[in-house]
T-cell receptor, first 114, second 117 residues
């Protein structure tokens, strides 16, 4: 079945450091890929998404490119801020449409220190 | 602001009691809602798909008689953990797709922390 693998955490960075969080997936067909973020005490929020190969999702300075050849969707940000401290989940949806199920990775906690 | 709410945000109960968790879509109608549980340092695991006006669809390994789901209206789904035991202690999260929004986008509630003593 579908699965998502994220790098082990937690990750601690200094403010303005470069961030990469790895995510690889296994799925049949052509899934949509997502990054969700969970800030302390809040629900998951969609950060960015990509629905087909070579698409780049971007939001709030974060980017991720859908790489079908490497089955990856790594999250990057050039300069992190303290406010980026949160838990980040990579996820995939195996079918099109908003009612399709999401498969999540384990999540990784990012802490950014001033 | 939040588009999906959950109530309660946390609950502590004794073993053997039943606990009901509500999930509401605040400004849109949701014919489908999803229920997840999340263990510490683990991913969200889909438990079931709640369908308005029909039976919920449960994922493999999830006991439907243990986790009762009722989608009574287009804005409300409830999850009842029946005869709860300590191993049911977890973080329960619901989500709902917003029909008028982009496809593939689901909105998540803030979660309910259940602790069974």
């Amino acid at each position: 079945g579908d699965s998502v693998t994220q790098m082990e955490g937690p990750v601690t960075l200094s403010e303005e450091a470069f961030l990469t969080i790895n995510c690889t997936y296994t799925a049949t067909g052509y899934p949509s890929l997502f990054w969700y973020v969970q800030y302390p005490g809040e629900g998951l929020q969609l950060l960015l998404k990509a629905t087909k190969a070579d698409d780049k999702g971007s939001n709030k300075g974060f980017e991720a490119t859908y790489r079908k050849e490497t089955t990856s969707f790594h999250l990057e940000k050039g300069s992190v801020q303290v406010s980026d401290s949160a838990v980040y989940f990579c996820a995939l949806s195996g079918a099109s449409g908003a009612n399709s199920k999401l498969t999540f990775g384990k999540g990784i906690t990012l802490s950014v220190r001033p | 602001g939040a588009v999906v709410s959950q109530h309660p945000s946390r609950v502590i109960c004794k073993s053997g009691t039943s606990v009901k968790i509500e999930c509401r879509s605040l400004d849109f109608q949701a014919t489908t809602m999803f229920w997840y549980r999340q263990f510490p340092k683990q991913s969200l695991m889909l438990m079931a798909t709640s369908n308005e006006g029909s039976k919920a669809t449960y994922e493999q390994g999830v006991e439907k008689d243990k986790f009762l789901i009722n989608h009574a209206s287009l804005t409300l789904s409830t999850l009842t953990v029946t005869s709860a035991h300590p191993e049911d202690s977890s973080f329960y999260i619901c989500s709902a797709p917003r029909p008028s929004g982009p496809t593939d986008t689901q909105y998540f509630g803030p979660g309910t922390r259940l602790t069974v003593l």
